[in-house]
């Protein structure tokens, strides 16, 4: 809003302000309908109902959630939901979350959802889809379980991986990096460590806190913000979804948080491409997906460059493409700003990366033998370096407008 707002933004405002006081609220908050196909220990797989009109067709779509946050990352507010959008693109449409963590879920590791959860969600997904590949989506941490399932089993029916906000080299996390040295000095006999184990895991208003100081510029200037824009219906209704996004966040299980504190926080265990899970070393060299992979311009949780550190590590994958697109952690996936920017690559991954219908065999008569000619190095998928990383994949999308 100007300084001097014209009459028809005074008008806007009043009636915003008016249906806000009526109402209780701006935002059209309706979940996208959606089935319950299968379920165990914190894994709860929803396939998203066709719409009427448009249907559904081509290989199913997988949305990952990560550990704490709430499943309405994916569906945060009609206008602003990545579900909403696949289902009326006509893809199938399924979603991965884990329920309510309580205390009794303390001794979960993170290998639970790397070895059990993320695997059994895939093979569920695509056998529901009647044995097609599925494309999988993680944000945050649920990006970092698929990177890590998909490497442990190469064979799951995978077409594509797409991980968005993801950080791999935490060392290049400004929030983590400065702490780095003083963790180490407590050799995991801190107060950390003590207060996880006692508590069980991290307790959700820790959770709801570290997320919120991840954005704490917009949280101090965000009264001022409504102020000013108080015409600006579309902002107010994202407002009104974050904060209810954030007021639905969970607590870590206590084994989970006590993996991602010492090996991510304090070890970088990541970094160097390859993490112990259950015993046994997983390498993400052993990919064989291609990966899109997504970073925030504006991300403070998962810097450009702590995102961008995955990309050699991924050497086994056919092509790895890379994106840089406005926003902060959340808006990168759901902000009004990733319509133009995220879907819209995504839907051409999608569609590069779609499995070809199956065709029944013709007999042929027999033909002559003829001299095989051996295939060079350069025309196997994965082999030629040139051809793993595309000219076009590190183009950055700028905001719209």
Known sequence: MDLVPKPDQVVSAAGNAAHLLLYG???????????????????????????????????????????????????????????????????????????????????????????????????????????????????????????????????????????????????????????????????????????????????????????????????????????????????????????????????????SFGQLYHRFAKGNALAGGSLEVDGREVSLAAITAPVLVFAGATDGIAPVESVRAVVPLLSGSPEVQFEIVPGGHLGMLTGRAARDTTWRALDEWFDRWKSKPKRAARKRAPAKKATAKKASPADKIGTNPNRRHSSASSRALSPPG
């Not at 929803?46 to 067709?57: F, I, L, N």
């Not at 307790?203 to 001022?224: D, E, G, H, I």
């Not at 108080?230 to 966040?249: C, H, K, N, S």
């Open 25 to 255: 609220g701006l935002a059209d908050l309706r979940p996208m309908p959606r089935t319950l196909i299968d379920e165990d220990t914190l894994r709860e797989v929803y396939h998203y109902r066709e719409v009427p009109d448009v249907g559904s067709s081509g290989d199913p779509v997988l949305l990952v959630t990560p550990l704490a946050a709430p499943a309405i990352c994916f569906d945060l507010r009609r206008g602003c939901s990545l579900a909403e959008h696949l289902v009326t693109s006509g893809r199938p449409t399924y979603l991965v979350e884990y329920g309510n963590v309580s205390f009794r879920d303390r001794n979960l590791g993170i290998e639970h959802w790397v070895e059990e959860v993320v695997p059994a969600a895939v093979r569920a997904v695509s056998e529901h889809a009647g044995g097609r590949p599925v494309h999988v989506v993680g944000w945050s941490l649920g990006g970092i379980f698929a990177l890590l399932a998909a490497a442990a089993y190469p064979k799951l029916p995978i077409a594509s991986l797409s991980v968005i906000g993801s950080p791999v080299d935490v060392a290049r996390v400004p929030l983590v990096a400065p702490l780095r040295p003083l963790l180490d000095l407590t050799r995991g006999h801190g107060l950390v460590t003590r207060a996880y184990r006692a508590a069980g895991g991290a307790p959700t208003p820790l959770v709801r806190w570290a997320f919120q100081l991840s954005s704490f510029q917009k949280l101090v200037t965000k009264p001022l913000a409504i102020a000013t824009r108080l015409d600006d219906i579309d902002f107010l209704a994202q407002l009104e979804a974050v904060d209810r996004f954030t007021a639905g966040m969970t607590a870590y299980p206590g084994r």
